[in-house]
């Protein structure tokens, strides 16, 4: 069973470019999360998705980010006109539907792709 | 509301002696607790969880926590260091019923002498 694959694994690009982050969540999972992490810091969560819902966007910036989660392909975080802050590592987790235990599961992360804004 | 407070930003001991990696926390709701480990531009593994369990968890490659709620506490622990446990850390809280709130620890890094 692969685990969550996140591509690219390394992204560069320049001021006021757009980013497109993919997540492939594992095998069964229908639950995807992003989380940013900057360097020296922990993870902050920015948004939750089941397929084509949008669960939790509390932790995404108002403007210029937005994610989805198509019924078919992968979770897509986008990043619209970069700047030099959105340099970070981004980083997806999946989780099968919450089983009947408070519906808290544990999440599988991906190795990230890390976002360099020049 | 909820919140997680990592002690120590980073913690060296020697290969061999113990680890212990302190985490408090607060949370209005009954939390679920987690740590992860996340090695150098590695994502990040679970090690272990507790969810109104067992107070005492067992994790992977010899860690344990306890979940202690006088004291908010749930710090991670090992008997005996090796060098490949260097790595930085995450304590994480969770809400357990209804909706998502998951909240990551700044992260203590570990450093382990030969």
């Known amino acids: 069973n692969a685990g969550v694959m996140q591509n690219p694994r390394h992204l560069v690009r320049r001021r006021g470019q757009e980013a497109r982050l993919r997540c492939s969540p594992m095998k069964g999972h229908s639950h995807v999360y992003w989380y940013r992490q900057l360097p020296e810091e922990g993870l902050k969560f920015m948004v939750y998705?089941?397929?084509?819902?949008?669960?939790?966007e509390s932790g995404m910036p108002k403007e210029r980010f937005s994610a989805e989660f198509p019924k078919e392909g992968p979770s897509i975080l986008r990043i619209q006109q970069v700047v030099r802050g959105d340099s970070a590592a981004y980083f997806c987790a999946s989780s099968p539907i919450p089983r009947d235990t408070g519906g808290v599961d544990e999440q599988y992360f991906g190795p990230g792709t890390r976002l360099t804004v020049t | 509301a909820q919140s997680v407070t990592q002690l120590d930003s980073h913690v060296s001991v020697s290969e061999g002696t113990p680890v212990l990696l302190r985490c408090n926390y607060s949370s209005s709701y009954s939390p679920s607790l987690f740590w992860y480990v996340q090695h150098p531009n590695k994502g990040l593994q679970l090690l272990l969880k507790?969810?109104?369990?067992?107070?005492l968890v067992k994790g992977i490659n010899g860690f344990e926590a306890e979940f202690k709620k006088s004291e908010t506490s749930f710090h991670l622990t090992k008997p005996s260091a090796h060098m490949s446990d260097a790595a930085e850390y995450f304590c994480?809280?969770?809400?357990?019923?209804?909706?998502?709130?998951?909240?990551f620890g700044a992260g203590t890094r570990l450093f382990v002498k030969a």
């Open positions: 994480v809280v969770r809400r357990n019923t209804g909706g998502f709130k998951t909240i």
């Open positions: 507790y969810t109104s369990a067992a107070t």
């Open positions: 998705l089941q397929k084509e819902n949008i669960i939790d």
